[in-house]
């Protein structure tokens, strides 16, 4: 008995193949910080790529054109756009590898105007900011960061890894608005009233300024 007790102590002292163990070990936690590392930095490349698609549609969303609902088409047939193989051949491979996805169905265009729909109550502003939310956002999936990780189990409980992308800039007006703000009369109170702190209304309250009686038009070919 004493025999079969010495040699099973010898085992358990014994440290051969422990390198083995550690070399198997470092060796996972490496692959598994590359892979964390590709899909971080992918991600974040992919999310500049994005970046440029919201400013795109808010762009063509901006322009100038006959009336708002044409700018809307226009902003939307833009980003419909970058779904086309053919015009960005570029883009559609890493859009279409399960990876990433750009939800075209959350696309949501705010120029104000007749609606007055802006994203400023999105984005925690009030009436009393003189600068309007204007543009487009939409939602962008970063379906690669949704994985599991030998040693460490999910990355993230959530079932959709993504966040919102948006490109704000002013809307231009349409013709529409330019010959309605062009009338005599109409233009000037539609002057005062273009600065959400009111300081055009009072520029011309001030005494001696005569106010409405020193207004007179002239045309040019802006708005």
Known sequence: MSFFRNRSMRRLKDNRGILSVDFLFAMTMAAVLCMMMFAFTTTLAMIEITQYVAFSTARAHAAAHEDQDRQMALGQAKFNSFNNSKLFPALSPLLGNGWFEIDPKSLDIRGGGRGGATFDEDYGQGAQDALPHEGVRFRFHA?????????????????????????????????????????????????????????????????????????????????
């Open 143 to 223: 379906k690669i960061l949704k994985m599991n990780l030998p040693f460490m189990g999910a990355i993230t409980d959530e079932e959709d890894f993504g966040t919102w992308v948006t490109g704000f800039i002013f809307r231009e007006p349409s013709a529409e608005e330019c010959r309605k703000t062009m009338e005599v009369g109409i233009r000037y109170q539609a002057i005062k009233k273009l600065d959400r702190m009111n300081r055009f209304e009072r520029a011309v309250s001030i005494p001696y300024s005569k106010g409405d009686q020193a207004y007179f038009p002239m045309e040019d070919n802006g708005c």
